[in-house]
């Protein structure tokens, strides 16, 4: 479903991503993980569109389609979503607004979104301004709520975990879930997707597909999740840049 290709960008003048290769196929989630500052959500911005991550190079496409020059409107239009790492607080703009905005489009979803709220216990901050005074759990919460209304065909999620007590890593864990839980017409296709996290808690939760590891601007290696992550536990990023080198 998505391809780049040679992938090439800078951000405010400086180099974080240096020839990115990555394909990910309909109905698999990938798992993105890397040190911090290795451009990790430098890749998950520039595939959002977001026009300060300058692509020098390279290409991005969806479903055969180049998507490299399109704007972050019409990528979302194409049904790319994403849960930032840090989402911003929006003053004088209630999440039940927006909600509210995008159900309008997807009536079908209404009536699941609305046990979500309950389920997620998020009444209470439907008529709040987004995520201003919301703790770090409650801001998560709220972004994939948003997310999962708009059902993305695909679907990025940068760090869900940051920030979170456990309650609500259980509860992120499940809501991850339900967003890439297979559709009513292929009962046995997942949703397809990007996941940045390295809580061994959310991993133990949500099935990932495949591992990618980025070093500074690369993607140096791809593989099982588990044998990666278990790779990374013992012995840190240390030995990835090891297995560059070599
Ligand atoms: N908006 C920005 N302005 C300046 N530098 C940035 C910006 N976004 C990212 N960077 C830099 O790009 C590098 C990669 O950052 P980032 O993609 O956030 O890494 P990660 O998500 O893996 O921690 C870092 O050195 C970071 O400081
Ligand atoms: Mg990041």
Do not use: W
Not at 44 to 64: D, L
Not at 81 to 87: D, I, N, S, T, Y
Not at 175 to 200: C, D, Q
Request: net charge negative; charged share 25%.
């Amino acid at each position: 479903m998505i391809s780049i290709n040679d992938l090439q960008v800078e951000v405010e003048g400086k180099n974080v991503l240096n020839g990115v290769n990555l394909e990910i196929p309909e109905g698999e989630v990938h798992l993105l993980l890397g040190p911090n500052g290795s451009g990790k959500t430098s890749l998950i911005m520039t595939i959002m569109g977001y026009p300060q991550y300058r692509i020098t190079g390279g290409s991005i496409s969806m479903n055969g389609q180049d998507i490299t020059e399109l704007d972050i409107t019409e990528r979302a239009r194409l049904g790319i979503g994403l849960a930032e790492q840090r989402p911003p607080s929006v003053s004088g703009v209630k999440l039940r607004m927006l909600l509210d905005y995008i159900l309008k489009e997807h009536e079908d979803k209404q009536e699941r979104v609305l046990e979500l709220i309950k389920e997620a216990n998020m009444e209470s901050f439907l008529d709040r301004d987004i995520n201003e005074g919301l703790s770090g759990g409650e801001i998560k919460r709220s972004e994939i709520l948003l997310l999962l209304s708009r059902q993305p065909l695909f679907a990025m999620l940068d760090e869900p975990d940051s920030g979170v007590d456990l309650d609500s890593l259980e509860l992120l864990s499940s809501m991850i879930n339900i967003l890439f839980s297979p559709k009513k017409e292929y009962p046995a296709k997942r949703g397809t997707g990007l996941l940045i996290t390295h809580s061994t808690y959310m991993l133990d939760r949500i099935d990932v597909d495949k591992a990618h590891v980025m070093i500074a601007g690369e993607l140096v290696c791809s593989g099982h999740p588990q044998i990666i992550m278990n790779k990374i536990v013992d012995s840190g990023f240390e030995s990835c840049i090891e297995c560059r080198e070599k």
